[in-house]
């Protein structure tokens, strides 16, 4: 990497103004190397330099690798003229734990894209990182990294479907799917009496039935399908093609109604993020993502 001032240098690490780090300087607080220095034009080399500020050691970080709770209702961009972009969640205010926080703190860069995409309504997991060839490398199709998704789905999902999701399915691309595992989580508990029930349901729907307005029902295709129940099921794709989930249901003529990402290359979205929190990743998590896509940890 290119020697900088060191005044910049302290300034991108979030340690203070331009103004602020040459009072630092001038204080005699920060050293290179073991040696105190004072003139804000000296040059440092943020990798091999040895920066102290009080003592406490600024670390260079190359790369940065953060797990974004995607809300729902925020695009998958940078920035977006009418919607909030989830760029918008990681601005430097929420950094603020980069800063000589804990004993030693870490100068990340602030290029950070997400890896793939998510739709407005999908919430859940999204990675962010500036290690572009790890994210070039989880997204070729050629990966097959592990996308798992919790899903609520009008009407009720079968085993049926669960052998034509493994077999793969035609969306209106070239090729099927890749073979996709569907998990039913609330079971396959529309028995003959509900699929028939359509009529009467709100009087005679268990847990897990809502509300249909009648008008809404033919929309579900096929007769047996109860309009009134909503299944719960977890699916894993190996594709990102877009709006993925909810054309793969489509062809099975149900509809997607809500969708969350709850893994990606076998790193899980953290049960303590509430939406539009986010987290650095933990090596161990880094390192699950370069096995994901058998790509060589760097370094
Ligand atoms: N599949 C979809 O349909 N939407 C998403 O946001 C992700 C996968």
Known sequence: MAAMRIDRFLAECGIGSRSEVKQLLKKGLVAVNGV?????????????????????????????????????GCVTAARDARQKAVMEYLGPE?????????????????DLAPVGRLDLDTEGLLLLTNDGELAHRMLAPKS???????????????????????????????????????VILNGDTCSPKERYAV???????????????????????SPNIPAAYISEVKLTIQEGKFHQVKRMFESRGKKVLYLKRISMGGVELDRLLRPGQWRRLTEEEIGQLY??????RKG
């Open 291 to 296: 096995v994901s896509c058998g790509l060589p």
């Open 94 to 110: 929420n950094r603020a734990d980069a800063v000589l926080e804990p004993e030693e703190s870490c100068f990340h860069k602030t």
């Open 199 to 221: 009529g009467s349901y709100n009087k005679t729907a268990g847990e897990g039935m809502t509300y249909c307005p009648p008008k809404e029902r033919h929309v579900l295709g």
């Open 36 to 72: 105190i220095a004072e003139k804000p034009e000296r040059k440092v080399d943020p990798v091999s330099d040895c920066v102290t500020v009080s003592g406490k050691r600024l670390c260079f970080e190359p790369y940065e690798y953060v797990m974004l709770y995607k809300p729902a």
């Open 144 to 182: 097959h990294v592990d996308k798992t998704y919790f899903a609520k789905v009008q009407g009720c999902v079968t085993e049926e479907d669960v052998r034509a999701f493994a077999e793969g399915l035609e969306i209106g691309e070239k090729y099927p799917t890749l073979p996709a595992e569907l």
